[in-house]
């Protein structure tokens, strides 16, 4: 499960970790020093949170079709909701509509309790 | 105008200097930032511009060695984190609404990313934010962004503001 993170030096760089529960891809965002935003809160920066539910997208896409090649992002918009702490995340996505040419789906994260999302996410990619 | 009108007080922007090339306060702050090696190119009214070397580790798609689109939001979030500081009179905690970036075309690779994010609205709670991030020139864009960002959010307060006061105390 963890080979297609291997394909994304990027995913690896994070560190991105992919588990499958209870049926789902499950992305797992473990804490670290330099995924930090804002020193003094300690949170997790912004557009790590962004690129990580990017990243949970695409996994979801390539591990649905069982294609290596990476889906090309059209668009990616992301709502902040909660301050992210020193603290694991997990993501799990959501295709809401798989077309011939274009996908949509949706992504939540969240860090200790799955109620309180703490950022979610809802991008389009092209199916190459 | 009417004569007597008293004349509009020219804008007062706090953080440019604050922030701009060669001061590290920005990215000090920031740890990711500095990780990724972000660094600030400019800093003016109300905008700001940010550069990101390329890295292999930063690759998303190994077929084509373009850089991870989330790579080029955390740049872009960056940028315009720096055009809403840049445009605020007073230094203030500057969090995230929402963030919508658009892929126009993929990145070259091997060449360094720039974001330039203008703040072209400022209201007492919210700012709006432009940005578009290109390889080899501003004319040619590949990705192109919008944001809204909270002023003021409060548990962010405490470290900005000593921020601040590091800062003051370097300057004076």
């Known amino acids: 499960m963890n080979r297609i993170v291997d394909l994304i030096p990027y995913a690896r760089f994070l560190g991105v970790e992919v588990e499958r529960t209870e049926g789902a891809l499950e992305c797992i965002l473990p804490f670290r020093d330099e995924l930090v935003g804002n020193a003094s809160l300690p949170a997790v920066h912004g557009g790590v949170l962004g690129a990580f539910l990017e990243l949970t997208a695409l996994l979801h896409l390539m591990d649905d079709s069982g294609n290596e090649r990476v889906p090309k992002p059209i668009t990616f918009s992301i709502d902040y909701l909660r301050s992210a702490g020193p603290a694991t995340t997990r993501a799990r996505a959501e295709i809401f509509k798989l077309g011939r040419r274009v996908a949509n789906v949706r992504v939540v994260a969240w860090q200790d309790d799955r109620r309180r999302p703490v950022v979610a996410g809802n991008g389009k990619f092209l199916l190459s | ?172």
């Open chain 2, 1 to 172: 105008m009417p004569i007597d009108a008293a004349p509009t007080p020219p804008r007062r922007y706090a953080l440019q200097s604050l922030f701009g090339p060669g001061q590290e306060g920005m990215v000090s702050h920031t740890p990711h930032a500095a990780y990724l090696g972000i660094r600030v190119v400019e800093t003016g009214p109300a905008f700001g511009v940010c550069a990101l070397p390329f890295r292999e580790e930063l690759i998303g798609d190994p077929r084509r060695r373009v850089i991870f689109g989330g790579a080029i939001t955390t740049l872009i979030d960056h940028a315009s984190g720096l055009a809403v500081a840049c445009a605020v009179e007073k230094l203030t905690a500057i969090a995230t609404i929402d963030l919508r970036v658009d892929y126009l075309r993929a990145a070259e690779p091997d060449l360094e990313l720039c974001a330039r994010a203008d703040c072209y609205r400022l209201t007492r709670n919210v700012a709006f934010v432009r940005a578009v991030a290109w390889d080899r020139s501003a004319d040619d864009p590949f990705a192109s962004a919008l944001g809204t960002f909270m002023l003021g959010a409060n548990r962010g307060e405490a470290g900005v503001a000593a921020l601040v006061r590091d800062k003051r105390d370097v300057q004076e």
